[in-house]
Nanobody, 127 residues
């Protein structure tokens, strides 16, 4: 079992930046591939970014490429999502998720591949 707690959400103007953090507790963090998802009102939850267990490989949805950066610090049991050049369409609840013992060279991109989820943090981008 692992517990995930997100932080860093808030209200920001278009063009601004936010950094989300997700701290994990309960098991060895490096055993988990990690992902960030988001869900806007009335829409399904979609992947934003994912990162391999070592942090050596990362995936980004087309909608955030070049603006968002996912990273992790295994010594701090934390995964980050740096969000720059934010747009109103980035407004959503952002969730971090953990996939236990996912093969070390990859990262899952489907929500069904993740085992644990945080409670979510709201990001609102005003125009």
């Amino acid at each position: 079992q692992v517990q995930l707690v997100e932080s860093g959400g808030g209200l920001v103007q278009a063009g601004g930046s936010l950094m989300l953090s997700c701290r994990a507790s309960g098991r060895t963090f490096s055993n988990y591939a990690m992902g960030w998802f988001r869900q806007a009102p009335g829409k399904e939850r979609v992947i934003v970014a994912a990162i391999s267990r070592s942090g050596g490989r990362a995936y980004y949805a087309d909608s955030v490429k070049g603006r968002f950066t996912i990273s992790r610090d295994n010594a701090k049991n934390t995964v980050y999502l740096q969000m720059n050049s934010l747009k109103p369409e980035d407004t959503a609840v952002y969730y971090c998720a953990a996939a236990f013992q996912y093969y070390s060279g990859g990262y899952p991109t489907g929500s069904h591949e993740y085992d644990y989820w945080g409670q979510g943090t709201q990001v609102t981008v005003s125009s």
